[in-house]
């Protein structure tokens, strides 16, 4: 079993839809998570960092971790086309090393 | 937060041969990190690369094979030594940025390698 698990996708949705990606995890000793978008041919851009338990909202991005059950979502409302990326997401126990999915590919249509 | 470059963007290569990734960072930064993302896999960690001591390197990734130098606080390079086609891969370089005292992870744009 992997320490992160994520549906790579691709998930399509239309335009002005509200997206919810998801990631669960076996290791109870993580406390940091992390939601990258990565444009192909372009490096991971941090998104949204959330350290424990709760949710973390930046614009149309909300980020939602919930320890008890090992699972992190990200929802992104109003969705664009210009969101069409692969969605990474990463946790950490602390001590800088990060455990990545495998990323969910996103595509927004007009 | 930190702004970070790679050289070569891309590259292709003969097996048997090796290559030096450079990254460079703008700013000064003690934690830089160095990792692989095959295709259809997460992004792994190669190693870790603090200034002025030897990296630290992640389980089935060797020193023989993965050099690293990390000679200052804005740069480093990745060698990949006597490459063979299973080395064809992503590698990026991200930092930690210590400004905020979080585990925040900025990276760079990656470089594509294709091994012949």
């Known amino acids: 079993q992997k320490e992160v698990e994520q549906d790579p996708g691709p998930l399509s949705v239309p335009e002005g839809a509200i997206v919810s990606l998801n990631c669960t995890y076996s290791?109870?000793?993580?406390?940091?998570f992390m939601w990258y978008r990565q444009y192909s041919r372009k490096g991971p851009e941090l998104l949204m960092y959330?350290?424990?338990?709760g949710n973390k909202e930046d614009g149309r991005f909300t980020a939602q971790v919930d320890k008890s059950s090992k699972y992190i979502s990200l929802f992104i409302r109003d969705s664009q086309p210009s969101d069409s990326a692969t969605y990474l997401c990463?946790?950490?126990?602390?001590?800088?090393?990060?455990?990545f999915g495998t990323g969910t590919r996103l595509l927004v249509s007009p | 937060s930190a702004v970070i470059s790679q050289k070569p963007s891309r590259d292709i290569c003969q097996r048997g041969t090796s290559l030096t990734i450079q990254c460079q960072v703008d700013?000064?930064?003690?934690?830089m990190f160095w990792y692989r993302q095959q295709p259809g896999q997460s992004l792994t960690l190669i190693a870790t690369?603090?200034?002025?001591?030897?990296?630290?390197?992640e389980s089935g990734f060797v020193i023989d094979k993965f050099p690293i130098s990390r000679p200052n606080l804005t740069f480093s390079t990745l060698t990949v030594s006597n490459m063979s086609p299973e080395d064809s891969s992503i590698y990026l370089c991200?930092?930690?940025?210590?400004?905020?005292?979080?585990?925040?992870?900025?990276f760079g744009p990656g470089t594509r390698l294709t091994v012949t």
């Open positions: 700013s000064q930064v003690t934690m």
């Open positions: 290791n109870s000793a993580f406390q940091y």
């Open positions: 959330t350290y424990s338990s």
């Open positions: 690369a603090n200034q002025g001591s030897e990296a630290t390197y």
């Open positions: 990463a946790m950490s126990a602390g001590f800088q090393k990060l455990v």
């Open positions: 991200s930092v930690e940025d210590p400004q905020d005292g979080t585990y925040e992870q900025y």
